[in-house]
């Protein structure tokens, strides 16, 4: 099945924002594999521990297959919205409402963009693919720190107002895309999963096996063997 490389980034700055895990101590191993193999970066990398935000500018579909080669990322999701000074509160739970939150509903309508086109480019389906057309959601939390409320508080207020924002259909288990909310004190974002295999066993150990679905959201599944800089020489 072909693909067009047509551009679909944000039409407002042209650039798409993206978060890839990785193991810690080696953020910068993503920096300088980015720079050696995309010539679309827009602004340098960010570094979180064991995280590494990104934003890529003109996305096209060569731009997401090179994405899906990283051999130095874990998983890698789409960035539909972030806050920096989210409050601790039960309160806090009230702006976790794609209409409110930066970028407003077309961020959030941009990742799912990305995630179709990453089902269709990357792992070759159809659009006409039941997981692609219905396109059923959860919510995942992943939250460090002391707050006012649980994870499941979390989930809940955001997952209902995906629903009713933008009328995308819930599902706890048989879920097609995993929208996950990240909170570390007052940090939040909220992004789309891309990958459910780590990318670096597919691209360096060449044996894709299907990720546990006991791993946590965050992506801190323990490898199936070590990642080393011994491994990465040469390929980034």
């Known amino acids: 099945m072909a693909h067009s490389a ?7 700055d042209g650039s798409v924002r993206f978060c890839g895990t ?7 191993a993503v920096q300088l594999e980015l720079e050696r193999k995309l010539d679309v970066l827009d602004g340098k990398p960010v570094f979180g521990v064991g995280r590494v935000f990104f934003s890529v500018r003109q996305l096209s579909s060569d731009t997401l297959t090179k ?3 990283l051999r130095s990322v874990i998983y890698l999701v789409v960035v539909c ?3 920096d000074d989210f409050k601790p509160t039960k309160e806090g739970l009230a702006v976790l409402r794609p209409s409110i939150l930066p970028g407003g509903i077309e961020a959030w309508e941009l990742a799912k ?3 179709v086109k990453w089902q269709t480019v990357v792992e070759g ?3 006409n693919d039941p997981s692609i057309s219905r396109a059923r959601y959860r919510v995942s ?3 460090g720190g002391v707050h006012d409320f649980t994870s499941g508080d979390l989930s809940y207020a955001l997952g209902c107002n995906i629903r009713d924002e933008l009328h995308w259909e819930a599902s706890l288990r048989e879920y097609d895309m995993e929208v996950r909310a990240y909170l570390h004190f007052s940090s939040f974002y909220a992004a789309i999963a891309l990958n459910t295999v780590p990318l670096w066993e597919v691209n360096l150990a060449g044996s894709p096996k299907a990720a546990s679905d ?3 959201p965050g992506g801190e599944l323990a490898p199936a063997r070590a990642l080393t800089h011994a491994s990465l020489k040469g390929d980034i």
């Open 141 to 143: 939390p992943k939250r």
């Open 113 to 115: 963009r990305v995630w």
């Open 67 to 69: 994405l899906s080669k």
């Open 214 to 216: 006991e791993a946590p």
């Open 6 to 12: 047509t551009n679909f980034a944000d039409d407002r």
């Open 125 to 127: 389906k159809d659009l």
């Open 81 to 83: 919205s972030s806050v």
């Open 22 to 28: 990785v193991h810690t101590g080696f953020e910068f």
